[in-house]
Structure formats: structure tokens, C-alpha cells
């Protein structure tokens, strides 16, 4: 696949099938996500992974909890809070695999770097069948104390990126995206 038909075609996947992606696969993959530019020269990426189903889903419902418990303070959330109430709702789509990509804040661009990187990533799964979805509910778990001490995270990395990762499930076939034409501003009338 070529870089032109990824970009075209890739959307985000929250189903996967059972195939477990191996160890050379994800180096590899994050490996392809340090080769995105960088402010300064910095490099500013660090990442977790978590390969145990269990542990994902325990990090699902802990996420779940806590959002249910503190929804009133996120009310860009409310729309959301049947999810968080159904049971089979798995923040992480039941991924095999969850990529956390963290940024040194001694780099005013890691943001921008680590957002770069996630996007290399994700290109470079779908090349290789495998699906990747942005979880944005997993700011408010997985950015703690209590997640990065487990982790071995330093206190100087910030989240940037959790992302559910997984071999796309036999049968889905996903239309490419449908955007909006770009707005462009150029200063022409």
C-alpha cells in the first residue's frame, strides 16, 4: 500500500479481530513514529504498551467509573454517558493492544512532535492491516500519577496520545472518510 491510498482510505477502527500484534510488529511500528519530524531536534517521545487484554479492560472500566462519577464536570461529555453506563462499552474497543505515547515537556513542541508520531504510526498500521482509534476518553486516567508510576513514566511526560491498536476484524468494511472541503485563507477576495 502505498502512502497516498493510507492516507486516502485509513479511518479509525474500534474492531479487531483476535490476532495479537507481535512484539517485532509494534517496535517496528513505533520505531516508523520516531521518524517524524522534530522541534529542535528534540525527540521528545516517550511510550507505553499494554499487550493483556485484562489489564486494557481494567483501565477501561476505571476510566468508565471515574467519568461517570465526575461527568457533571465535563459537560462536552454528557452526550456520552450512555456509553459509560453500558457494560459491554470498552473505552479501549476491546484492543489486544494499547499504545500510550507520552511528550518530554522540556521541548515547547512536544505536542506537536508526539502528535506527529502518533499519525506515522497509525498510517503505518493500516499499510499493515492493523487499525488504530485515538482515545480521547482516556485523558483522565491514563495522565494520573497512579498510571504513570505504574508505568515508569517521569513525572516531566505528558499524555499526548492514547491509541487502541489491533488487526482489523475480518468483514468490516470501512468507507473511506468523507471530509469537508479545506477552508483555505489566503487574503484573496
Known amino acids: 500500500m502505498d502512502i497516498m491510498e493510507a492516507i486516502s482510505n485509513k479511518r479509525s477502527v474500534r474492531a479487531y479481530s483476535d490476532e495479537l500484534i507481535s512484539d517485532e510488529v509494534l517496535k517496528e511500528l513505533i520505531t516508523l513514529g520516531t521518524k517524524a519530524s522534530t522541534g529542535s531536534g528534540m525527540e521528545p ?10 489489564e486494557i479492560d481494567m483501565w ?5 467509573s471515574y467519568l461517570r462519577d465526575h461527568l457533571e464536570e465535563y459537560p462536552y461529555l454528557q452526550q456520552y454517558e450512555s456509553w459509560l453506563k453500558n457494560p459491554k462499552f470498552s473505552v479501549f474497543n476491546h484492543a489486544g493492544t494499547l ?5 518530554n515537556t522540556d521541548s515547547h513542541w512536544y505536542k506537536y512532535d508526539c502528535t506527529l508520531a502518533a499519525g506515522n504510526i497509525m ?67
Open 45 to 54: 517521545w516517550g511510550f507505553v504498551t499494554i499487550k493483556d487484554k485484562e
Open 60 to 64: 477501561s472500566e476505571k476510566i468508565k
Open 99 to 103: 499504545l500510550v505515547i507520552y511528550g
Open 123 to 189: 498510517l503505518a498500521a493500516y499499510s499493515k492491516g492493523i487499525g488504530t482509534c485515538w482515545i480521547g476518553f482516556a485523558e483522565y486516567m491514563l495522565n494520573t500519577s497512579e498510571f504513570k508510576e505504574k508505568y515508569k513514566v517521569p513525572e516531566n511526560y505528558e499524555l499526548v496520545c492514547p491509541m487502541s491498536m489491533g488487526y482489523i476484524k475480518k468483514g468490516l468494511n470501512l468507507a473511506p472518510p468523507k471530509r469537508k472541503e479545506p477552508i483555505i485563507f489566503n487574503g484573496q477576495e
